[in-house]
């Protein structure tokens, strides 16, 4: 949908102030984006938003941001986290850029070196295993977690087999 609004409607006029143009919008949807024949579904767009409209829910809440607020707020179950605070984001300018911190996304409920054994385990060659990820360790501590994520993702989704041959491959390589 985007896409078509940006190829038709938005691609030759001129931006005034966002009045006009919500205007110019609302008088293009009505007069052309919602009433030619879609090429691939052979319906109206207008047509298939009654048909779906009954299976949207309402938006509970709609958050705007001002230039001088530089934060949004979202709201998270109370019986998860007692009122702690999950993150703090600064928000982007660049257009269409995620914004996350890695450490979100990682399992910091146990520690490294029970990781480490969770991961070496996965290996037949436990000691060589061991030897390889200790060295990886120190020469990139800051990478570690990452690391050993990355081992035990290809670990859980590889057959025991192919392990075996990627164990004596990785493992001889340093």
């Known amino acids: ?19 006009s143009w919500n205007e110019q919008a609302i008088n293009w949807i009505h007069r052309t984006g919602n009433f030619k024949i879609h090429n691939t579904t052979k319906k109206r767009p207008v047509e298939v938003f009654a048909l779906e409209k009954r299976h949207l829910k309402p938006v509970s809440k709609i958050v705007e941001v001002s230039p001088t607020n530089n ?4 709201s998270v179950r ?13 928000i982007s300018t660049e257009k269409g850029k995620l914004i996350q911190d890695t450490k979100h996304k990682r399992d910091r409920t146990k520690g490294i070196d029970k990781f480490i054994e969770r991961v070496i385990a996965y290996f037949d060659d436990q000691e060589t295993a061991k030897n390889w990820i200790e060295k990886l360790r120190k020469t990139y501590p800051r990478y570690i977690r990452g690391q050993l994520q990355n081992i035990a993702r290809v670990s859980k989704n590889t057959s025991t087999s192919m392990m075996k041959r990627r164990s004596v491959n990785v493992l001889s390589v340093t």
């Open 1 to 19: 949908m985007v896409g078509f609004v940006k190829k038709n409607f938005a691609k030759h006029r001129v931006f005034h102030n966002l009045d």
């Open 71 to 74: 934060s949004i707020t979202r």
């Open 78 to 90: 109370k019986d998860t986290l007692n009122g702690k605070q999950l993150g703090h984001h600064k």
